[in-house]
């Protein structure tokens, strides 16, 4: 008895999680024959799926493939973006007869390195290292410092550092940081008195000793705790008999680990 092939339709499927909107080239060998599909990415780490047919009528498996970010251009400006370890997660399953046979492919995709199959390259949202961001702010005068996670991100905060300037209205401050994620509240406490009419440099960060300068006390190291912040958590400061007058400037940055979260 003669075995019959099934039959239907073959296609690829391109799952795409990306920080800004990039062009991504799936290519590759069926049957010996050359196809290539492109893509293009969400905007905002937000999934976007496409499905590309490779047979009408029959189950195929594609000899080889590989999943490729647009590449800026070395001559002139083309608009293309530079892709970054822990920016842009591409996942390639193959689907016969709209359903899922097997997952081929699934990683970061970086200017230097695309996912292919075979062998197949298996790697989670969260494996090796991420994208580290570098964040600056100016809040106004009276206002907390606030960061808040994207969507669809995991944010490990590495550093935090900025200066804060008190009005001369008498009163003592003191400078907290808060975490704040799905309803649970973390503070690193105040560790130093700021008095008005000072500028105080305050620096938060990973693995950090907490102290005050020996001889310039206004410079103030605290410790960071490791938290792992998903999106819609925030980030800020949270400071005691903060007057309308203080002001935390433009000084400062926020350090992040950023993964993408699926």
Known sequence: MTAVAPRGKTSLRLETWSDATRVL???????????????????????????????EHSLVVPDMLSVQPKMPSIFSFNGVIPVRRGQCYARVTLLFQGKQIAILSSAYVT?????TYPPGVHEGFAEGPGYLYQITFAPGAGEELSFTVPDNARWRVMAISFRLATSGVAGDRGVRLKFSSVGRVYIVPDVVVQTSATDVYYYFGLGVETRVGTLDANRVAMRLPELMMVGGSTIGTDTVALNGGDNYGSTGCIWVEEWILE
């Open 25 to 55: 080239y799936l290519s590759g060998l069926s049957g010996g024959l050359p196809f290539s599909f492109s893509h293009v990415t969400a905007a905002d780490r937000s999934l976007k799926v496409e499905d590309f047919a490779l047979s």
């Open 111 to 115: 200017d230097a390195k695309g996912i």
